[in-house]
C-alpha cells in the first residue's frame, strides 16, 4: 500500500460514509437494528414494573419475609398454618364453587393468596382451607436473561438484523451509483478500482459497524437495566457478563465484516438484490447440514463459535432442528475471528477482478 | 511517451448492438471535433477513450496510457460527460475538491485546484450552493470545471455546450482554444456545425459506427472527388464573368449569386480553375473576393453523411 493509496481510501471513505448514514433508501436499516432494542427495552419496563410491584407487595407483610419462608409452604397445610408462617397475606382473592357438579349442596371455598419476600412472589392456592398448589416465581434472573439473549442475537439479530442490513448498505454502496448514475464519479478519477472498491468497503463498514454495535450495545443496556445492581455489577465485574458483552459487540463487527464482503460481490455481479440475499441466507441456513468443507465457506459457521452463550434445545426437539440450533463442532476463538476475515478477503479479492472489468452503461441500468 | 492518442481497429459491440467498428485513428493535439448524428457513436468512442467501456476489440492508448489503467490515465485525461447526474448533497466546491482528494492530493492543493478550475468555469458565485440547484447550465460549467481541475493534458468533452447561453459558449471556446494552444488535446463532440468549423483543428466525421473521414476539414473537402467544388466570386461584373467562366472546361457548373452581386461557380479542378480566374481578371474585371463555399464541416457533413441521420 502506498501513501496515495491510504489518502485514495480515506478520500473515498469520507464521501461515501456520509451518503451512506444518511441515505434515504437506507433508513430502514436503522428500524432493523432498533427492533430488537425496542424489544429489550420493552422487556426491561414490564420486568421493572414487575419487580416494583414485588417491592410494594412485600412492604405490606406484616413481618419481613426471606425466600425460606416462602420456599416453606407445602400442600396440604391449613390456612391457619400459612398465616402462621408468613403473617395475614397483603393480596387475597376468593371465590365458592358448588362440589361434585350443579345439583350438590356441598360448598368448596377457593383463597389464592400472594406474598412477596421483594425478590420472589409466592402464590398459594387453597380448596376448603387447605393449601392444593404453590407456585414460587422469581424475577427475571440474569441466567435466563443471558440466554434469552443469546437466542434473539443468533437466531434473529445476526441471522436476519445484521445480514439484511449489511445487504442494504453494501449492495447499495456499487448498485446505488449505478441507480443515481454517479458511478462514472469515481471512475474518471485516478483511482485504482480495487483500491475503490476497498474504500467504499471500509465505508459501508464503518457505517454497518456504528449502526449495529450500538445496537447491540444498547440492546445489552436494556436488559441489564431492569436487573439488581448488585447482581449486574457482579456478574459483569466477577462473572463473565463483561467479556460476554465485548463478545457481542465484537461478533456484530465480525458479522458486518463477513455479510458485507458477500454483498457488496453481490452489488457487483447482480441488479437484483433478492436473488443473492435469498441465495446468502438459504446458503447460511443451510450450514448445519451441509458437508464440513462447505461449512468454513459460510459466515454464520464461525460466529457461531464465537457465541459466548449457547442456546440449548429443549428435550424432545426434532434432531434436524436441534441441530440448526446446536453447534456439535465448535472451532476455537482464533480460528473463528481468522476464518470470518479469511473468507471475507477471498470475496473481496474474487470481486476486485470483476469490478475491473465494469463497465457504465447506465441504460441498461 | 507517445503524445498521441490511438486507436488501432477498434470496435465495441453492446451484445448484437454496434457501437462502433474497425476505428483507427490517430489524433493530434489541438482541438478534435467529432461529428455525426444519433448513434453515430461520439459518445461510444469518447467513453472508450476513458475506460468507462471496454472495447470489443482492438487498442486504445492515450499518450501511451492503456484505457484500463484508470490511476495513471486519469491524470492525464479530464472527461466531461454527458450524464447529468452528480452525488447527492455537494456543493460545486465540494464536487471538484472531493474528485480532487480521490487523486490523493492534500487538502490544500485540492483547494487551490478546485477554485482554480471554478474560476476557469466562471462559477465562483455559485461554488459554495448546492449542485441540485444548478440550472441546466451551471451544472454543465461545474462538470467543465470537474474535467478541467487537475489540468491534464487531454481534455475530452462530449456536447460541452449543451445548455449555455451564447456568452458562456464563446467563454468556453476561447477556454479550450488556450487549452489546445498549450500542446493539449481537446477533443470534442458537438452537433452545432457551425462552432465545431470555428473551433475545430481537426474533424472526425462519425456515421452507423464507423469513422467516414478525419482530419482539417480542407484536406477532406478535397478528398471528396464525387462533390465538386463550390467557390464563390463577388465581382463588379458577374454576368459577364459568368458568360465567360461557362466556357472553360473546369467549370461544371455556373449560377448567379441570390443578391446577383456574386457567382457560385462548381469545379472539378479548383486549382486549374484559380489560374484561368487570374487570367480573366487581368482583363479589366474587378474580382473582390473569391472563396470556397463549400469547404466547412457542414457542408462535408452533408456531403458525407447527407441526410442518413439528423445531427444529434
Known amino acids: 500500500m502506498t501513501p496515495v493509496w491510504w489518502a485514495q481510501i480515506i478520500a473515498v471513505i469520507r464521501l461515501e460514509t456520509k451518503k451512506t448514514f444518511f441515505a434515504k433508501r437506507g433508513l430502514w436499516v436503522y428500524l432493523l437494528a432498533l427492533m430488537p432494542v425496542v424489544l429489550f427495552l420493552g422487556h426491561a419496563i414490564v420486568v421493572g414494573h414487575q419487580n416494583q410491584a414485588r417491592v410494594r407487595l412485600a412492604s405490606k407483610n406484616e413481618r419481613p419475609l426471606t425466600h425460606q419462608d416462602l420456599a416453606g409452604i407445602a400442600n396440604g397445610m391449613t390456612r391457619q398454618e400459612v398465616i402462621q408462617r408468613l403473617g395475614k397475606t397483603p393480596v387475597a382473592y376468593s371465590w365458592d364453587e358448588r ?60 441471522r436476519l438484523a445484521v445480514f439484511f442490513g449489511c445487504l442494504g448498505i453494501f449492495m447499495n454502496l456499487f448498485r446505488g451509483e449505478l441507480l443515481d448514475k454517479s458511478l462514472h464519479f469515481y471512475f474518471l478519477a485516478p483511482i485504482r478500482r480495487d483500491i475503490l472498491m476497498a474504500g467504499k468497503y471500509l465505508a459501508g463498514l464503518v457505517a454497518a459497524t456504528v449502526i449495529f454495535t450500538t445496537s447491540t450495545a444498547l440492546q445489552i443496556i436494556a436488559l441489564a437495566w431492569s436487573v439488581d445492581p448488585n447482581a449486574l455489577n457482579a456478574y459483569l465485574y466477577h462473572g463473565h457478563g463483561f467479556a460476554d458483552g465485548l463478545s457481542y459487540l465484537g461478533i456484530t463487527l465480525l458479522a458486518c465484516v463477513g455479510y458485507g464482503s458477500f454483498f457488496l460481490a453481490a452489488g457487483l455481479l447482480f441488479r437484483n438484490p433478492i436473488l443473492p440475499a435469498a441465495g446468502v441466507l438459504i446458503w447460511e441456513a443451510l450450514n448445519p447440514f451441509l458437508p464440513a468443507v462447505l461449512q468454513k465457506i459460510s459466515i454464520i459457521y464461525y460466529l457461531k463459535s464465537l457465541c ?25 476463538a482464533p480460528i473463528a475471528i481468522a476464518g470470518v476475515i479469511m473468507v471475507s478477503l477471498l470475496v473481496l479479492f474474487v470481486s476486485s477482478f470483476k469490478v475491473r472489468r465494469m463497465e457504465i452503461n447506465y441504460t441498461t441500468e | 511517451m507517445t503524445p498521441e492518442i490511438t486507436l488501432e481497429n477498434v470496435s465495441k459491440f453492446y451484445g448484437e448492438v454496434l457501437g462502433v467498428n474497425r476505428v483507427s485513428l490517430s489524433i493530434p493535439p489541438g482541438i478534435t471535433s467529432l461529428v455525426g448524428p444519433n448513434g453515430a457513436g461520439k459518445t461510444t468512442l469518447m467513453n472508450l477513450m476513458t475506460g468507462l467501456i471496454r472495447p470489443t476489440r482492438g487498442e486504445i492508448r492515450i499518450l501511451g496510457h492503456r484505457t484500463d489503467e484508470p490511476e495513471q490515465l486519469f491524470k492525464a485525461v479530464g ?35 478546485a477554485w482554480r478550475a471554478i474560476e476557469r468555469a466562471n462559477m465562483v458565485d455559485a461554488a459554495s450552493r448546492k449542485v441540485a440547484g444548478y440550472s441546466k447550465g451551471m451544472r454543465q460549467r461545474i462538470r467543465l470545471a470537474q474535467a478541467l ?67 482539417q476539414i480542407h484536406d477532406v473537402r478535397n478528398e471528396i472527388q464525387e462533390h465538386p467544388a463550390q467557390i464563390l466570386i463577388r465581382c463588379n461584373r458577374p454576368r459577364e464573368l459568368a458568360s465567360k467562366l461557362i466556357e472553360l472546361e473546369q467549370a461544371v ?60
Open chain 1, 99 to 158: 362440589g361434585d357438579g350443579p345439583n350438590s349442596s356441598r360448598i368448596v371455598v377457593h383463597d389464592t393468596y400472594e406474598y412477596s419476600d421483594g425478590v420472589f412472589e409466592l402464590y398459594i392456592r387453597m380448596e376448603g382451607g387447605k393449601v392444593t398448589g404453590t407456585t414460587l416465581g422469581d424475577g427475571e434472573t440474569l441466567g435466563e436473561d443471558s440466554m434469552v439473549f443469546a437466542g434473539v442475537f443468533q437466531f434473529f439479530y445476526l
Open chain 1, 308 to 332: 459466548p452463550v449457547e442456546v440449548p434445545a429443549d428435550p424432545g426437539t426434532h434432531p434436524l432442528v436441534a441441530l440448526f440450533i446446536s453447534n456439535p463442532d465448535p472451532i476455537s
Open chain 2, 79 to 113: 472527461y466531461c460527460t454527458q450524464y447529468d447526474s452528480f452525488p447527492k448533497g455537494l456543493t460545486g466546491y465540494q464536487f471538484i475538491n472531493l474528485y480532487l482528494r480521490l487523486f490523493g492530493y492534500t487538502a490544500r492543493l485540492a483547494d487551490e485546484l
Open chain 2, 149 to 215: 481541475c487537475h489540468e491534464p493534458r487531454v481534455l475530452i468533452l462530449d456536447e460541452p455546450l449543451n445548455g449555455l447561453d451564447p456568452l458562456a459558449r464563446a467563454e468556453m471556446i476561447v477556454l479550450f482554444r488556450s487549452v489546445a494552444s498549450q500542446g493539449c488535446h481537446v477533443i470534442i463532440s458537438s452537433h452545432i456545425l457551425h462552432e465545431v468549423d470555428m473551433i475545430s483543428d481537426q474533424v472526425i466525421l462519425l456515421s452507423n459506427g464507423y469513422v467516414v473521414a478525419e482530419g
Open chain 2, 253 to 312: 457548373e455556373v449560377r448567379m449569386h441570390p443578391d446577383g452581386l456574386g457567382l457560385l461557380i462548381k469545379t472539378r479542378d479548383a486549382d486549374q480553375f484559380y489560374l484561368t480566374l487570374n487570367r480573366l481578371a487581368q482583363n479589366g474585371l474587378e474580382v473582390e473576393s473569391v472563396a470556397p463555399a463549400d469547404d466547412d464541416v457542414n457542408s462535408v457533413y452533408e456531403y458525407l453523411i447527407g441526410n442518413e441521420g439528423a445531427l444529434s
